[in-house]
């Protein structure tokens, strides 16, 4: 079930979402199936959890993916087997239709979990790979664009482009089109596509910081996920397109309406 | 050096571990990893204040749910006590206990304090406490056991609490009648006989063995009549012949059950005999009102100790009792809407605080428990007379 989207909508489902923000915990209770939340210890609980929410506190560790063995250094912590046994024993008895996170942090445990469920979710393989991805150095005189871009059966669609380091622009200002002239855009969006592709990400968000100059882009980062909640609250104010709510919706089938085709 | 850890096993609103401003989660000393409630059912109320950490919110009517969280937490965790001060935590808490060779009140114990029956059989084999006649009611044929000329008999859940699941009869017939709508499997019910008598309670901490304070009480009102509109409450006994014989039933059936560390609730009826005949006893603190009216006249918190103990932190009981005696009166949901007792009021009722419960009743007019109050209020006075004087009196005043 890893990475596919299947349709029959959210009512009787499970969502488990890992390290959620407060806005996207509230986005996620106005799905209309049953939240699950997986929070770094020390998360604001009284926040993030409604009435019926599910809620634990996991300290995931750098990479849950790995199953190795608990270590000294995660003497306090929960460690790799840890967050395995957290999955087998704590989610698994929720059934749960999705394992979800829209952060950098959350993605490569929320992707281990739903391949251990057998859950919808990102592929671990796309996640690592999108993390391994780039060359975070940049060069003189080089733009930096967050290229926010949502993937629906592996067709990649960049949502907005946003320079990084600048104040709030106009609308058009965030439309990739816009933001960079024609070759260069050629040049980001073969960029971007490339390495999704080569990710093979079948479906979600994906946050890439790219590097574009002299008519020539490159990946700088890459991560399944969205940006802050700030940044995507000012892309669905400026081009329509709410990254947290289809990041949320994918895996029951049930987007949300695009409102802007982009990309492409 | 990490500080130590415990688990804390609440089935309580988050908010009943506050109390005048006054956390008494042992926050500064210990790290706690709290497995709590449903927001909705209060799991998380007065949180903001008093955060924690490491949280483990869930459904916590299903056992399997909460035992596969609080393994998880154990198995993985530098945690080495477990804490639990709902009836329905504390077997739980015991269970984790001897899976993961913790230090506390093991499981064994735990059931001898939980399972009505069995705690009688064990106390039958001491010969610690009269007792009612009783059996297992693990089938209909069990009825014919009992001697039904000797009139009313009591049929009740062996784990049952806050007088919830259980039922007088007063022939074979309409025994039978009960039965027909239980589930009798999986050894859940007993029968025994009614003593009729007024009900007392005897509140006790224990520490390395020790019964290091005991308080005794007699309630207002039969805890199993609990209705709307209706009424509870509770008065300290002062009576230094009567709290003698309860010590000593208390000190009898706390040494048969085995407990080492922690507190409980003894009920026991005296009939009008003059007879002292035990009735059940829980392992953990007493419920309702009474840890307030223990507080106001004896300085600490009945609670906190339990907290403490399962820490494997000191307690400290206080000193000598406050001049004067306590109780309490709660008022059930029901009965009307004008209700209540101005602030003014208080100190001529001697009413030292009033306690108002959220989410009281089911929402359908009806009571849910005997501990289902609306309202209630602390009352101190110069003596037992004069405390059911007041008692008398916000009552009268209460309904407006």
């Known amino acids: 079930m890893v990475g596919t989207d299947t349709p029959g909508g959210t009512v009787g489902r499970t969502l488990v979402l890992i390290d959620a923000t407060v806005p996207v915990a509230r986005a996620a209770h106005g799905l209309g199936c049953r939240v699950a939340l997986v929070q770094r ?60 996170s829209l952060t950098g942090a959350g993605a490569l445990p929320a992707a281990t979990a739903a391949a251990l469920l057998g859950a919808v979710g990102a592929p671990v393989g796309a996640v690592r790979a999108l993390a391994a991805a780039g060359d975070p150095e940049v060069a003189a005189g080089e733009l930096v664009l967050r290229a926010h871009t949502f993937t629906v059966d592996g067709d990649h669609r960049w949502i907005a482009a946003v320079p990084e380091g600048r104040p709030a622009m106009p ?25 999704l592709d080569a990710a093979a990400l079948p479906a979600g968000p994906a946050l890439v910081r790219l590097a574009v100059r002299d008519g020539r882009a490159r990946v700088l980062t890459a991560a399944h996920g969205t940006g802050t909640d700030d940044e995507n609250d000012l892309i669905r104010r400026l081009t329509g397109f709410d990254l947290t709510d289809h990041s949320l919706r994918w895996p029951f089938g049930a987007p949300a309406g695009t409102d802007r085709e982009a990309g492409r | ?152 008999k009591v049929i009740k859940s062996r784990w049952g609490l806050a007088a919830r699941d259980l039922y007088m009869v007063d022939t074979l017939d309409q025994a039978r009648a009960v039965v027909a709508d239980l589930d009798l499997s999986g050894s859940h019910y007993e029968i025994e006989e009614f003593v009729k008598g007024r009900i007392y309670h005897c509140d006790s901490v224990v520490v390395d063995g020790r019964i290091e ?46 407990l080492r560390d922690g507190t409980t609730h003894l009920e026991l009826f005296r009939t009008d005999a003059d007879e002292l005949v035990f009735c059940e006893v829980a392992g953990r603190p007493p419920g309702g009102v009474i840890p307030p009216v223990i507080q106001w006249q004896y300085g600490f918190n009945i609670v906190e100790a339990q907290i403490r103990l399962d820490a494997g932190l000191p307690v400290t009981l206080g000193t000598a009792p406050t001049s004067g005696t306590c109780g309490f009166i709660a008022f059930y949901p029901g009965g009307g809407e004008a209700r209540g007792i101005p602030a003014e009021r208080f100190d001529a009722l001697g009413v030292v605080e009033h306690i108002a419960h959220h989410g009281a009743g089911n929402g359908r007019g009806g009571v849910r428990h005997s501990t289902d109050f609306l309202d209630s209020y602390v009352i101190k006075a110069p003596d037992g007379g004069a405390l059911l004087d007041r008692i008398t009196r916000v009552r009268e005043e209460y309904w407006q």
């Open chain 1, 41 to 100: 210890p020390g998360a604001p609980v009284h926040e993030l959890a409604e009435d019926h929410t599910d809620y634990y506190s996991v300290d995931f560790g750098p990479d849950p993916s790995a199953h190795a063995p608990d270590t000294a250094a995660h003497a306090t912590t929960a460690g790799p087997a840890a967050f395995a046994d957290f999955v087998q024993s704590v989610l698994r008895p929720l059934d749960p239709w999705a394992v979800l």
């Open chain 1, 171 to 195: 609308p058009e200002h965030l439309l990739p089109e816009r933001v960079l002239p024609p070759e260069e855009h050629r040049a980001a969006l073969a960029a971007l596509t490339g390495l």
């Open chain 2, 1 to 152: 050096m990490s500080r130590p850890a415990a688990l804390f096993i609440n089935k309580h609103h988050y908010s009943h571990f506050s109390r005048g401003g006054a956390h008494i989660l042992p926050t500064s000393e210990i790290d706690i990893h709290l497995v709590t409630r449903y927001r909705a059912h209060g799991g998380l109320d007065g949180f903001a204040d008093h955060p924690l950490p490491q949280v483990a919110v869930c459904e916590t009517e299903d056992f399997d749910r909460w035992r596969d969280i609080c393994s998880w937490i154990l198995r993985h965790h530098p945690v080495d006590r477990v804490i639990a001060v709902h009836e329905r935590a504390v077997l739980l808490a015991a269970e984790m206990r001897s899976k993961f060779s913790l230090p506390g009140m093991d499981y064994e114990t735990a059931v001898r304090f939980r399972d009505k029956l069995r705690m009688k059989e064990v106390l039958r084999e001491a010969g610690a406490a009269a007792l009612p006649g009783f059996a297992a009611l693990d089938r209909p044929a069990d009825l014919e056991r009992m001697d039904w000329s000797t009139g009313r």
């Open chain 2, 213 to 258: 304070f005991s308080s005794v009480g007699t309630y207002l009102a039969d805890p199993a009549g609990y209705e709307p509109g209706g009424i509870f409450g509770t008065v300290l006994v002062d009576d230094p012949d009567l709290l003698r014989r309860i010590r000593a039933m208390n000190t009898a059936v706390l040494g048969a059950l085995g």
